[in-house]
């Protein structure tokens, strides 16, 4: 992605999350997280009746804040890549 | 907020976590650099 780096944090354990990682070629930074440590200290959402762990995105700029963040209320309820261009043009805009 | 969710404005966690290629990455790394799109996913199995 244009200016950002993008880091993907799942619940799968290492050996599932590279299979995945690998069989898909994914171009970014996966993060295996079986432990939910993470996705705990980020109140990831995880809701039995949805049947699992709902999306969370976020955005942090280069001081380490979160500058946008966003806590899916359906497996669906994803933002748009544009979305996330967005942030990342206005932080990198307001950087230079 | 009451909810206890993380807000815009608020330091992001800071965590470190092997990658897939067994490197660790530390998300403060990022700091200086350039932001960090974070995605937290429901999981391929």
């Known amino acids: ?96 | 907020m009451t909810n206890g969710l993380i807000t815009p404005g608020e330091p992001a966690p800071d965590f470190e976590l092997a990658d897939v290629h067994g490197n660790l990455v530390r998300l403060s790394d990022y700091r200086g650099r350039k932001p960090v799109v974070l995605a937290f996913l429901r999981g391929f199995s």
């Open chain 1, 1 to 96: 992605m244009r200016g950002a780096e993008i880091v993907a944090v799942g619940p799968d354990n290492a050996p599932n999350f590279t299979r995945y990682w690998e069989r898909e070629g994914l171009p970014f930074i996966g993060l295996p997280d079986p432990a939910h440590t993470v996705a705990r200290r980020y109140k990831q959402e995880v809701n039995l009746f949805k049947l699992g762990r709902m999306p969370l995105n976020s955005v942090v700029d280069i001081e380490g804040r979160i500058r946008y963040i966003h806590y899916g209320s359906s497996m669906a309820d994803i933002p748009s890549n544009e979305t996330f261009f967005n942030v990342i043009e206005e932080l990198n805009g307001a950087s230079r």
